[in-house]
């Protein structure tokens, strides 16, 4: 099986990594997403598996965390044999010296794989991420701002970005040598000199602007012919995973488009779901806004309760809130903030208090959709459900698909779940997500 791999990643949050299975399974790629570094006997479950993953939490662990687990994780992925292992990025790259470092994370890759240069992609067009001259764009509401003038980025409440340059982003993170291909070379049709003018220069880290899918489909060309007969390394984005997609279709290596991954119907149902949100973002608060609103019961979590020494009342009022709910039939969302309101507590033991809390919910009710929004909170909350992997289910929205997991434990298997970033989706998502067939 892993002589005939496309491609393998390791995705620094959960909702990052389904973005990526997003993608290449709407493209008719079978791929697992396994939820730690995977044994033989749970990859010989997924034999015909063209593509694998590993979700993880890096973006939101300190450097000394990558030194100890990014390793062991990178060479898993890379005894797999695939062209291209990619170290997924969210699109929006932020990151921090001291929290969630996309330098020490490439400089790790960098000498595992000895790959002559490290390319780095980060617009993701499909998503409203677009990169111009090395400066990131992002869409909010239908308006392009600049990362550094974005509200939702610009005041993220662990990794704010203060500089839309990824050059000098990425430069206090590492001191690998960064360079840039713009799109000046995209519109000459010139990515191959530039490259080479590039590493020539000495240059071991290449940034590639982005902009539309034409830019991605050359980036993907490009990569894709320095990746052949090697072992390659790089970060980015899903419009890395994209970019890819449009060469390996071009070369025949997958099949034609689809036409069958239109996103799920939609049907009335009864069939109650769990959100649980730990998103600071303006579009998650306006997708709890909608679900209160439209029929979910909103329970407001305090996030300081959920980590205190009494934290079991807590959880214990909770618990019996949403239960009732749900057994009555009717959907919850559960959430730590609305918009620019900001949790007084972040990070792992959040994450983890509102998992354990979940899973209880899961065991007393038997409920069969969740959602969750936010990396971090993802990251850290799924990772008490006991799940060793999961597989795409349905398109849904770009980004945010819904998966299948799968666990030793009955209660757990075959559960779906959609796991979001914090501005993915629509305003009526969470409905989406409840009446999806």
Known sequence: MAESLLYTFYGDDFTGSTDVLDALASNGIETVLFLAAPTERQRAAFPHAKAIGIAGSSRSQTPEWMDKHL???????????SPITHYKT???????????NIGRALELGYELFASDFIPVVVAAPHLGRYVLFSNLFADAGGQIYRIDHHLTMRNHPITPMQEADLRRHLAIQTAIPISSIDI???????????????????????????LDEATAAQTGRLLWSQ????????VGSSGLTYALIHEWRARNLIAPAPTFMAPCTQKESTRPIVVLSGSCSPATAAQIEWAITHGFMGIALDPVALVSENSEVASRTYLQCATEALRRGQSIVLYTALGSTQAEVQGEALGTCMGLLLRELILATGVRRVA?????TSSHAIAQL????????ARLQPGAPLCRAHSPNAAFDDLELVLKGGQIGTPDFFGRIRIAG
């Open 90 to 100: 969210c699109s929006t790259f932020d990151s921090a010296p001291h929290i969630g």
């Open 372 to 376: 969750m929004a936010g990396g971090d």
């Open 386 to 393: 006991g799940l060793h992997a999961l597989t795409f289910a």
């Open 227 to 234: 990746a052949e007969g090697k072992r390659s390394f790089a």
């Open 184 to 210: 000046r070379a995209f519109e000459a049709d010139t990515l191959e000199q530039a490259l080479a003018a590039q590493l020539n220069a000495g240059f071991k880290v290449i940034l590639f602007d982005g």
């Open 71 to 81: 390793p062991q994780l990178f060479r898993a992925l890379k005894d797999l044999n």
